[in-house]
């Protein structure tokens, strides 16, 4: 079969293609990987070319995304109409999707990686070199369950259930753990990296020592200049079903140990977890062969970002017509026969419309996580249409000072909140009070309203976990403090542009998602299909 897919590779991209035959145990101990481009080659979706210079795109003649100015064919499910928006190029993933079965299918390796292409890969190749992005690492990251393939041994207590680990900890990258990957000194890669896993976060904690990195998108679509300018060198979270593509630079001399070359990650479901959470190694890299020239592009970053198209343009308020809240809730661990109970606006997945939206309309939604027994972030993600982040609170967030350290209580020696809700307490500088028997509308960030600048587009983001806050009023019947459960939330815009239809949102934790914690999303023409010509 591997056979018969190089001989496919070469008829279609001509010889010199990275072929998965022969492969053998000495190749695999050297980086060669016979799952390296299987699920993410061949590259076959390339975009027209985009046109339109201004956004939104002038009207009537409204222009196809991603990198075209077309319209979609009169046959076709639009009907001839021309897309707005449509798909912007970058690195995107597949994956089993059968309700109830998805997280089984998922850690049994149901994932995949594919590659859109357009002017974002043209910009980096005539940088880097003539079809340069088709030779670049595509990491495909899983997370292996103990059930149901049980290639780790469940903990003490028996699983599933209460005492049981259901995934992980370690991450798989294209079936391989700990994979090498070989690059020259002083070379620059780009490394497109997908977190398919079902359940954790991998929390990059940065560039290796003497490595350099430089993220140029996030969730398949770029970034723009000032974005790839500010994130050098940064750690990032790629929680379940985030991707992101990085340009990393190798150290001009091989790693002194092999710690040095390694990229370690944390495993994270929420920022809770990282001040428990062990560096684990994720993968490593080794320097060799002969070093490439400093001056040359191959060993420098592309100076600018690619050419970002207009219609991915920050979402004003200006454009936003109408407004949804949506509630993420799991209830207590439970385990077998009771397992923790994962809602949507208090209700279970039952196939019925959750949120209807007009067509080629702008909303924003405020996603709210009301889940206290146990911090979990549920990872929102959104079929279809990606969003900007306009406004996230955290009631757990961690007070940091100017350099981003957590700042330390020099009594209890732990970390102090950002948020206080207790009043008569001296504050700190950058904590805020909230008053937690004020309405729910004033738990919010402290200081003036953001403003969208320079967003960032995602289709997978983190809600942050609600906070149980003890009081100083006491109940009059139990005699003891009352509690508060103060959610955290995010805010995110979208332009729910082109396509008309159902599909879904749901929690990335997979299990959730097969518990229930997912809904239909109807988007609709403005004009129905019975109105009169």
């Known amino acids: 079969m591997l056979k018969e897919y190089d001989t496919q590779l070469e008829k279609n991209y001509g010889p010199g293609v990275r072929k998965l035959w022969p492969i053998d145990e000495a190749q695999l101990k050297q980086g060669a990987w016979p799952q390296y481009y ?3 080659f061949p590259f076959c979706y390339r975009l027209p070319q985009y046109t339109e ?23 076709g499910d639009l009907g001839g109409r021309p897309l707005i928006m449509g798909q912007s190029p970058g690195t995107h993933w597949y994956h089993a999707h059968k309700h109830g079965s998805t997280a089984i299918n998922v850690a049994n390796g149901m994932t995949g990686a594919f590659i859109i292409e357009g002017k974002y890969d043209d910009d980096l190749n005539n940088w880097y070199g003539d079809g340069w992005t088709r030779t670049q690492p595509v990491l495909v990251i899983n997370q292996l369950g103990v059930s149901p393939n049980l290639m ?36 620059v890669q780009m490394w497109r990296i997908v977190n398919t896993s079902g359940r954790a976060g991998a929390y990059f904690l940065g560039p290796p020592k003497g490595f350099q990195w430089k993220q140029l998108a996030q969730d398949g679509v ?14 990032f979270l790629l929680a379940a079903g985030n991707r992101a593509d990085i340009l990393v630079k190798a150290p001009t001399t091989p790693c002194t140990n092999p710690s040095d070359c390694s990229v370690m990650v944390k495993n994270e479901v929420d920022p809770q977890d990282l001040t428990s959470a062990s560096p684990l190694t994720l993968l490593s890299v080794n320097i060799t062969g002969q070093p490439v020239d400093p001056k040359s592009n191959a060993g420098n970053f592309i100076p600018n970002a690619p050419y970002f198209p207009p219609f991915l343009k920050d979402i004003g ?11 993420f809730a799991a209830g207590p661990p439970g385990g077998t026969p009771n397992p923790a109970q994962q809602t949507i606006d208090g209700k279970k997945f039952d196939g ?14 405020k996603i709210m996580n009301a889940t206290y027994a146990a911090p979990i972030s549920h990872p929102f993600h959104i079929h279809i249409n990606p969003f900007q982040i306009v406004e996230v609170f955290d009631p757990n967030q961690i007070l940091t000072d100017k350099n981003g350290k957590p700042v330390i209580d020099p009594i209890s020696k732990k970390p102090v909140n ?39 587009w995602w289709d997978v983001f983190p809600i942050p976990s609600g906070r149980t806050v003890t009081t100083v009023k006491m109940d009059p019947n139990t005699k003891n403090p009352v509690t508060v459960n103060v959610p955290g939330y995010f ?28 809904t239909i999303v109807e988007v609709t023409p403005v004009r129905t299909p019975y109105s009169h010509h």
């Not at 209807?356 to 939604?365: D, F, R």
């Not at 805010?491 to 396509?499: E, L, T």
Request: net charge negative.
């Open 491 to 518: 805010k995110m815009r979208s332009r729910f542009v082109d396509y008309p239809g159902f599909y879904v949102l749901h929690c990335h934790i997979l299990a959730h998602e097969d518990r229930g914690m997912m």
């Open 152 to 187: 780790r041994k469940p903990a003490s207590g028996g699983g599933p259930g209460p005492g049981s680990q259901d995934k992980g900890p370690d991450f798989s990258i294209n079936g391989q753990l700990k994979p090498v990957i070989q690059m020259q000194p002083g070379e």
């Open 53 to 75: 210079s201004i956004w939104p795109p002038t009207k009537p003649s409204m222009q196809m995304g991603g990198m075209g100015s077309a319209e979609m064919p009169g046959d």
């Open 317 to 327: 308020k200006d454009e936003v017509t109408g407004t949804k809240t949506l509630l």
């Open 222 to 235: 770029q970034f723009n200049d000032a974005n790839y300018q500010s994130h050098v060198n940064q750690p």
């Open 352 to 365: 019925e419309v959750g949120a209807v939206v007009l067509l080629n309309k702008v909303e924003e939604w």
């Open 418 to 456: 950002k948020y206080v809700f207790q009043g008569g307490i001296h504050l700190l500088p950058g904590q805020c009070y909230l008053d937690p028997f004020a309405a729910p509308e004033t738990w919010k960030p402290c200081g003036p309203e953001p403003v969208n600048k320079n967003g960032i």
């Open 38 to 40: 299987i699920g993410s």
